[in-house]
């Protein structure tokens, strides 16, 4: 039989009383509640006292005996809330240059690293509308010849030859589609007595559809640039020339373009959306590349002339160090010219806006040491109106001091002004945070 004195009660209950009771009245707690145990323990069984001895120990803890536990109220009654808020602005009332100083200071700070956090998110977000930016890359064209005079190899261009695209696709089973764009060319297009100047025109193979996400809402996208003086126009440029019309199947009167295609009548063959801003290159017109072809046959053959932007869209199994290894042989294939020092690289899309280094762009680019720049600066300013916030608080307290004291001597709570002075704080930063909203729709 086990003597009840090798027993002992379970050891966590009594962990719990040390560490949330006072100390005044654990000795006796403990000794009444471990003779109570072992009472039980002879007249009943050990699990059902240890059973009892838990339940016993936390039915005393008991406000009046916790530790550091006052008897304030745990709610704060409405119009309590409600008087703080009127105090909170009486005071800014009262105070009229320091709360104007302090809103419109942390306001500005607001506005000004939110309008930069939305530049900075505008230049990383180029290109990535595309379903397929991870798997789109271009070809940057250059050679292995060095500058006499800097001594420093040639820069690569973005602008290159015809040839390379078609013999980049019969060659490489991983790239699934190349699509193929001319230099940025002007036309002067009309309808009737509308006449505009188009300059932001590109002479585009059909396969554009199949690279790039750009969202044709008439037409169908496999056909729309492939025969000779097609054209696609965005939805912006197809109301100019036709208003409200359906402007499919309508033709437009082009002029000339130097070197690229005579003057005809081009023929509306799709309508797409508006490129999106976050582009790295963006147009209102595309006319089909058999319109160039037809007009030049000859430069598309040839390894010399430049006046095409290669990109092209690689399966899933794409290996770009395994492709890249591949591109020398690929070149003495194809490039049969003696001591030729042509070399072409390839760049992925995402690459393209803020890491190319390549000259000869299709359109804008952007400088990813500028975002550094731009993130840092944001944050300098937001931290100096915070900075300048706290110090004019912190000043302002200290004016309120008698405050304080009355409001303590006539028995207020710590927690009580505690929370007076953070929901003043929380009112002006709410007041600071709508003038910056209403300063960055301004702006």
């Keep these: 039989m086990i003597q009840s004195n090798d027993i002992n009660p379970p050891k966590w209950p009594l962990g719990v009383l040390r560490f949330f009771v006072k100390k005044q009245y654990l000795e006796e707690i403990e000794g009444d509640m471990e003779e109570i145990f072992r009472d039980n323990v002879e007249k009943q069984s050990l699990p059902i006292a240890k059973r009892i001895y838990t339940w016993e120990m936390l039915k005393l803890l008991r406000p009046i005996l916790l530790k550091n536990i006052k008897q304030t109220p745990t709610l704060i009654a409405f119009d309590m809330l409600k008087n703080y808020f009127k105090i909170a602005w009486r005071n800014l009332i009262k105070k009229t ?48 010849a060095v500058d006499e005079e800097t001594g420093q190899p040639f820069p690569f261009w973005v602008w290159g030859n015809g040839p390379i695209g078609p013999r980049l696709m019969d060659e490489f089973p991983e790239i699934d589609k190349v699509v193929q764009f001319s230099g940025r060319a002007d036309i002067l297009l009309s309808k009737g007595d509308k006449i505009y100047q188009e300059d932001g025109i590109f002479f585009m193979d059909s396969t554009v559809f199949d690279v790039f996400s750009w969202e044709l809402v008439k037409g169908d996208s496999k056909t729309a640039l492939a025969d000779p003086y097609s054209i696609v126009l965005t939805e912006t440029t197809a109301r100019k020339y036709f208003g409200n019309e359906d402007p499919l199947g309508k033709t437009l009167t082009g002029a000339a373009s130097s070197g690229r295609s005579n003057d005809g009548e081009f023929i509306v063959t799709g309508i797409m959306k508006d490129v ?168």
């Design 97 to 144: 240059a320091y709360s104007t100083i302090n809103i419109l200071g942390l306001a500005l700070g607001i506005a000004c690293c939110f309008l930069i956090f939305m530049f900075v998110q505008d230049e990383l977000s180029y290109d990535n509308y595309h379903a397929n930016s991870d798997r789109i890359y271009r070809v940057t064209h250059g050679s292995k």
């Design 276 to 443: 999106p801003t976050n582009s790295h290159f963006r147009f209102n017109v595309l006319v089909s590349m058999s319109t160039y072809k037809n007009t030049r046959p000859e430069v598309f053959e040839d390894w010399g002339y430049v006046d095409f932007y290669t990109y092209f869209l690689v399966n899933e199994k794409f290996n770009r160090e395994a492709f890249e290894k591949k591109i020398p042989d690929f070149i003495k294939r194809n490039r049969r010219v003696p001591d030729s020092k042509y070399i072409i690289k390839i760049e992925p899309l995402k690459d393209v806006y803020l890491r190319s280094a390549a000259e000869r762009q299709p359109g804008e680019t952007g400088s990813l040491p500028n975002i550094y720049v731009f993130s840092v600066i944001g944050i300098f300013i937001l931290g100096i109106a915070i900075i300048n916030f706290m110090n004019l608080s912190t000043a302002r307290s200290m004016e309120r001091a008698k405050e304080v004291g009355i409001r303590k001597s006539i028995g207020a709570y710590r927690s009580s002004l505690v929370l007076q002075f953070l929901g003043e704080s929380f009112f002006i930063v709410l007041m600071s945070m709508v003038v910056a909203f209403v300063l960055v729709a301004i702006a």
